[in-house]
């Protein structure tokens, strides 16, 4: 029931906040301003020094919110699947497709969002049990891809990161993906600690998304 109480909340919430934290503190403080923004959905790269350390210190931080959900991204290896999923990670990212990876977070009903970027990409990790896939890097294959892959695979679920921002969101939605991941967008003018931008982005693509959705 946890895999799909989690899937449920990230479709729900629509937009997965990807944080790049330049330490372990900068990673921490950018994931509390974005929640703070609204955008409840957070995805840990393992880019960011001690990145099981964040994880677990936003579980522990978010752990009486129903409303927020940690995951770790950049996973390339087996190894860092199993270590952020001991973190307490509720959702696994790559960059790439990984078999290993996927029957690994299947094992622990953790939901894996494998990046890809063609049909036969697509259909390998929907085989192994993927439920969303991560359309990377969106600003290469762009919205259309979306509508395109829909007309042959109607049942895939589709989030794109990478090339999604404020002006070209609600044609990714209306290409038919269920959510969208922002990386560099969120930390436009992020300059020294003034986090508090961090939260007026956040503002603002949870803006969007209400507007999108009509409500």
């Not at 372990?24 to 955008?39: L, R, Y």
């Not at 210190?57 to 996973?75: A, F, M, Q, R, W």
């Not at 003018?189 to 959705?213: M, P």
Request: aromatic share 6%; glycine share 10%; hydrophobic share 40%.
């Amino acid at each position: 029931m946890k895999k799909l109480k989690t899937l449920s909340m990230l479709t729900s919430n629509g937009v997965v906040a990807v944080i790049r934290g330049k330490s372990k503190e900068d990673g921490i403080k950018i994931s509390e301003a974005t929640i703070s923004g609204g955008i409840t959905s957070i995805e840990v790269a393992y880019t960011t020094p001690k990145a099981s350390e964040v994880i677990e210190e936003l579980k522990e931080t978010y752990k009486d919110n129903p409303e927020v959900v940690i995951g770790s991204g950049t996973v390339l290896d087996v190894v860092t699947a199993r270590l952020s999923i001991l973190a307490g990670a509720d959702f696994v990212v790559s960059p790439s497709f990984d078999k290993e990876v996927a029957e690994e977070c299947n094992l622990y009903q953790i939901p894996y969002m494998p990046g890809c970027m063609t049909i036969t990409e697509i259909n390998t990790a929907l085989k192994t049990g993927v439920d969303i896939i991560k359309v990377f890097p969106g600003d290469i294959v762009g919205s259309k891809f979306i509508k395109n892959v829909k007309g042959p695979l109607p049942h895939v679920n589709l989030m794109p990161t990478g090339g999604v921002n404020l002006e070209n969101m609600k044609e990714w939605f209306d290409n038919g993906v269920v959510a969208v991941g922002i990386g560099g967008n969120l930390t436009t003018g992020l300059v020294d600690n003034n986090y508090e931008i961090v939260t007026e982005n956040a503002q603002k693509y949870i803006a969007k998304l209400k507007e999108i959705r009509g409500n």
